[in-house]
């Protein structure tokens, strides 16, 4: 398919299809860029989680416990809002990458990994400081990649996306905040408490930002040029030259996060157990232990092997929703493992339950944001009650119910056993029954 429109600079219709070096370094730019993204991201979530693992402190329940706690749901949410953002508006372009703005969009993530040395901290003036120049580096950084977008075409349509009211209003009213937070906990003008609440506030702007920039992004994707007159002319298809370049490419971002955040689950099961399991001799105790990695690891497997091919399933134009549903099974059953191998085996249980009920939640998602009918009907085929989903519809009920009896010594040892050994089997399992349903409703 040929797509052209007039430049304003020459006469030369931009063909979408040339075969040129340049075209070709413009439309491969955005893969390198995103993979490198998505590494510096996944390295702050293992930082992270290494964090909630060996250092920091969560009960009782005081003002630092909850300052703690808000400022790793803070420091998450901005890790990923950072990936959506970025990731999203690089697809979006189509041009040679300058140095500046690829530059710019990678310091935000290094500056949220020196800010993590400073979560839990007993004065958090470093880590409001530290906010407040990561969201002065996100300003600048997204600007700039707006403005410098160079073609005529995403050039109007996404410096619409800076008008007031826009995403960068969090930005812009953020910054000021975390540095006056700052100085208002140096001079001992606030307490505990007073710091906590500031640091409860960094997490509904890191949830806002984001859902803010995903409906502005979708909205300059689907509008173009603000002069009907000026928009291009397609051979075939609805909508602007852009958004049948980001629909062939946003896959790609989605399968980048989910493996990098499935390598984090993998990563942080390994380093668990290699800390503080006892794997051998075999013993009912080793048994159950290497029975919960085989389940996490199975989950692990199995949610890459199903969201990867959904993915490349869907040509529509994603939600932030949409977007992150992929990395919240990896990052869940990386937050699990560290319920692996403890004397106590009905928390595991009842991650499990939980786990296998967000799977169904996560599923329907998909479902209900395909814009396509076609997309929609592969989807409801594929995610019908009597296909991979079913696992997980038995699955939860029964592992909360098992780790129910387990907790209260309701249940004989042998059962609970049974019940973990074979979740690495049922992960299995759901995976192969998906690949069936799912290559069944692409040949129909």
Known sequence: MSLTTKSETSSAPLREDDDGLAAHVAHRAPDLYITFLSILVGIVLADLLQLVRNDLRFWPIDARAVMTSAQIVGMAGSALGTWAVYAH?????????????????????????????????????????????????????????????????????????LRPGGFLLVLAVGAPSAFAAAALVKSGLVGPWGAAAMACATVPAAMLLPVLYFRDWRRALREGPRAPAERPTLSRGDGSITEGWVREKVSDVFITLISITI??????????????????????????????????????????????????????LPSYAETLSGAVA??????????????????????????????????????????????????????????????????????????????????????????VLASGPAGMLCAWMFFRDWRKALAA
């Open 89 to 161: 508006l690089a697809i979006a372009q189509r041009q040679t990458p300058r140095f500046s703005e690829s530059l710019a969009a990678f310091v935000g993530p290094l500056v949220l990994l020196v800010a993590n040395s400073f979560v839990g901290a007993a004065d958090p003036t470093a880590w409001f400081l530290l906010a407040g120049i990561f969201l002065t580096v996100a300003t600048v950084a997204s600007a700039a990649s707006v403005l410098n977008s160079a073609r005529p075409i995403e050039g109007r349509a996404f410096r619409r996306m």
């Open 263 to 316: 390598g984090l689950a993998l990563q942080e099961m390994v380093d668990q157990a290699r800390d503080r399991m006892t794997l051998w001799p075999l013993d009912s105790a080793s048994l159950m232990t290497w029975g919960q990695i085989g389940g996490v690891v199975s989950s692990v497997l199995s949610a890459w092997l199903i969201y990867g091919h959904l993915a490349i399933s869907r040509r529509g």
């Open 330 to 419: 990896p990052m869940f059953l990386a937050v699990a493992s560290g319920l692996t191998g403890r004397a106590e085996v009905w928390p595991w249980l009842y991650a499990g339950a939980a786990y296998l009920a967000l799977q169904i939640f996560v599923t329907r998602l998909f479902t209900r944001f395909a814009e396509s009918p076609v997309e929609k009907a592969l989807l409801v085929q594929v995610g019908r009650p009597s296909g991979y989903t079913l696992i997980m519809l038995i699955g939860a009920p029964v592992y909360a119910l098992i780790g129910l009896g387990e907790q209260f010594g309701f249940l004989p040892q042998w059962l609970v056993l049974c019940a």
